[in-house]
């Protein structure tokens, strides 16, 4: 990097932005400097608040110079915030449930309810009964606080103290089916033995599945491939990541020559990278020369042949990185599969743009004959000294996998998270009458 | 040797200030509020009435800002570069407004009549000021606490001076050119640290203009700033049109708006006199440079 400047170089690009000549916004919250930015920051080029002050610059130069004004340069603004340590996580109790509630609005499946000291939850599906007319297919994806969807759903939770409280409800879905989370108003005893839902009792007797947990190293690769790989790993909204911008300035750094066969590999996954987690690959070509993790992630892409159910984990990493998460839960869809998690420090935003302001996790699993499936932020709050959410994966679990492991994974280190994949006692979801 | 506003004209604006269409006019490198006789008194009546002065607010903007880089950021490349500003200068000094205190404060001499100050503190780092003291000098009197952050507030104040047509934009990028040009022409340790911010506003101007001179499809471009007394140039080179220019061209070419005349694009403009300038210029063909000469009256 000896006699590269990289603020010049991000300034020089903001320049070029300014006179029409640079990339195209693809996201209206992101600066299009961010994707350079990111990179010789990874790789030492520029401080990450130098770097920032320059994004900032640029964006509100952009901003006067647009119509929208500088709505979008302040919610950039406004949204950092100084970052704070991670409190240390507590393994929430997960009790797997799937039980079928029905009455005459329709049929609530509880999947599994969670708890903790802080909150308490309950994963479910909600089948509204549809009058003939009314039926449609419109989908949705909302969080609800009032009337639930398809008709009133927000049901008094009780726990064996007595304690009685409303809920809400977060999620989405279609008329027809809906798919989330009722949140306590506040949280019930962490180790009631019984809830009741609008009076009908589940009993929580379900035990958490015992995970072996370990922190390993990654293995040693140069800093502007490893950041490339990373980037490519974390989702955006709009398809595939946008990593051309990374790779020149890379290249003008010196961090790698344009010819280096390495950009090839990273160039064609980019390619093959579905525009949506479940779609068909956006590429053309093949995916049997790509490397791994990569090519076992796509040979299963698009497979709806996961088996279904749930498992109650009880796994808290130690810290790795400066990191520590918890598992609570892993979900298998035909489609995908998802776990919840706390993680420590919290995560801010979403998306890149999240990762320039905060350090990023980038969500691998893979199971016992090394097919992989990469994970991607789902619904999600939290602050900044922890974060809880969603993480959902693609493609599915292959129906015979029998170990599962879940890898977050930072910058240097990753935690491995083996989870065995018995699904016997989760399979099957009991209907009862309310 | 000839004071850097030499080659731009006056410019003025009007505001709306107190229920009245005031005016604002730059001249000779200062910025004046001209129906603002004793510019003190009003301002000190102005806060003993919570009340505040659009002109006087102004003139304060633009002392805070004289020097400040975000200006070359922010402000136009040129004609093709138009902003979208709010023009309506109390809208954005309106959150922003800068606030005075009305006990513990002293004001000195002639009280926001003018915003030379701060250049004239740049200045002095080399020569003696004149004495003339502006209030308020930037980020030492105390404000009060107020909801927004300094940083919004300054932004605030940016967009208020970027707003204000009437040529005092560009009278403002000049005056932030030619602060940063002293001090690089005295090697401070500021200058040499804000380097890629200068050699990025001279880049966008420059090519902004070359774009527009050769064409918005003209070849690859490529900007060495050069030190002030080095040799300006300008060539073709492996299919890329290379430009050596010193940051000073943004204030004595750019900015007088002499960076392109007669389809030729203008390296430098000197003059002894302020009447008689002499331009040196290249054609299109980015051949050997030629003099222009330019005679100011009748």
């Known amino acids: 990097m000896a006699g590269f400047d990289a603020e010049l170089y991000l300034r020089t690009r903001g320049e070029e932005i300014i006179l029409g000549l640079g990339p195209e916004r693809h996201r209206p919250w992101d600066s299009p400097l961010l994707e350079q930015a990111q990179a010789l920051v990874a790789i030492g080029a520029i401080s990450r608040a130098r770097a920032r002050s320059v994004i900032d610059d640029y964006s509100l130069a952009e901003a006067v110079r647009s119509d929208q004004g500088h709505h979008s340069h302040h919610r950039m603004s406004m949204a950092r915030a100084p970052r704070s340590r991670g409190v240390a996580l507590k393994p929430r109790r997960v009790v797997p449930c799937n039980r ?86 506040q949280p019930l005893a962490p180790d009631t033995a019984w809830i009741e839902i609008d009076g009908t009792r589940l009993e929580l007797t379900g035990e958490p599945v015992r995970c072996d947990i370990k922190i390993e190293p990654l293995a040693d690769e140069a800093t502007a491939h490893r950041f490339l790989w990373r980037r490519l790993a974390i989702a955006d909204f709009h398809g595939p990541p946008e990593i051309e911008g990374s790779i020149d300035a890379l290249i003008a750094a010196g961090a790698v020559q344009p010819d280096d066969p390495v950009l090839g590999q990273i160039r064609a996954v980019q390619q093959a990278m579905p525009h949506h987690p479940g779609m068909s690959s956006a590429g ?151 | ?185 005295q090697r401070t340790r500021l200058a040499a640290r804000s380097r890629a911010q200068l050699q990025a506003a001279l880049h966008g101007r420059v090519f902004a203009v070359i774009r527009s001179w050769l064409g918005a499809s003209g070849p690859e471009s490529q900007l060495k700033m050069i030190g002030e007394q080095g040799k300006r140039r300008l060539i073709s080179e492996n299919g890329y049109v290379r430009a050596e220019l010193p940051f000073g061209w943004v204030v004595d070419v750019w900015a007088p708006g002499l960076a392109t005349i007669w389809g030729r694009f203008c390296l430098s403009a000197n003059t002894d006199d302020g009447c008689t300038w002499r331009l040196i210029t290249v054609g299109p063909d980015l051949g050997s440079p030629s003099v222009v000469t330019l005679q100011l009256g009748i």
């Open chain 1, 100 to 185: 079928a509630i029905e009455d005459s609005n329709g049929v609530l499946l509880v999947r599994h309810v969670t708890l903790s000291e802080d909150t308490t939850s309950l994963a479910i599906t909600w089948r509204p009964i549809l009058s003939g007319q009314s039926r449609s297919r419109r989908r949705g994806h909302m969080a609800m606080f009032g009337h639930g969807p398809g008709g009133p759903l927000q049901p008094q939770l009780t726990d064996d103290r007595g304690t009685s409280v409303g809920t809400g409800f977060g999620g989405g879905g279609s008329d027809e089916e809906w798919q989330g989370h009722l949140t306590a108003d």
């Open chain 1, 284 to 434: 053309h070509g093949g995916t049997r020369s790509l490397p791994e993790p990569w090519r076992s992630l796509f040979r299963r892409q698009g497979r709806e042949d996961g088996p279904e159910g749930t498992l109650a984990l009880s796994a808290v990493t130690p810290e790795f990185d400066g990191f520590s998460v918890a598992v609570s839960c892993l979900e298998s869809r035909r489609e995908g599969f998802g776990i919840e998690v706390d993680i420590a420090p919290g995560l801010e935003g979403h998306g890149p743009s999240q990762g320039f302001e905060s350090r990023q996790l980038v969500w691998w699993a893979a199971d016992e004959r090394d097919n992989h499936h990469l994970g991607q932020l789902g619904s999600w709050s939290g602050g900044e000294s922890y974060s809880s959410g969603e993480i959902n994966f693609w493609p599915a679990l292959r129906p015979k996998a029998r170990q599962l492991s879940i890898m977050p994974t930072s910058e240097t280190s990753r935690a491995v998270i083996t989870v065995p994949l018995t699904w016997d006692n989760a399979q099957a979801g009991e209907r009862e009458p309310a």
């Open chain 2, 1 to 185: 040797m000839t004071e850097w506003w030499t080659s731009l004209a006056p410019a003025q604006a009007s505001v709306e200030c107190g229920g009245k269409r005031h005016r604002l006019r730059w001249e000779n490198g200062m910025l004046q509020a001209l129906d603002h006789g004793d510019a003190e008194s009003e301002r000190t009546l102005a806060a003993l009435g919570g009340q505040s002065c659009t002109c006087l607010d102004l003139i304060e903007a633009w002392d805070h800002h004289c020097d400040d880089l975000r200006v070359l950021v922010l402000g136009s490349r040129g004609p093709t570069d138009i902003l979208a500003v709010d023009d309506d200068v109390t809208t954005q000094l309106g959150v922003s407004r800068p606030q005075v205190m009305t006990s513990g404060v002293t004001f000195a001499g002639s009280v926001g009549r003018s915003s030379r100050s701060r250049m004239q503190r740049v200045s002095a780092m080399g020569r003696r000021s004149s004495g003339w003291t502006a209030y308020g000098p930037a980020g030492q009197l105390p404000r009060p606490p107020g909801r927004m952050s300094q940083k919004a507030r300054a932004e605030s104040e940016l967009l208020a001076l970027l707003g204000l047509g009437g040529g005092l934009p560009e009278r403002l990028v000049a005056t932030v050119a030619a602060a940063w040009q002293e001090r690089l022409q």
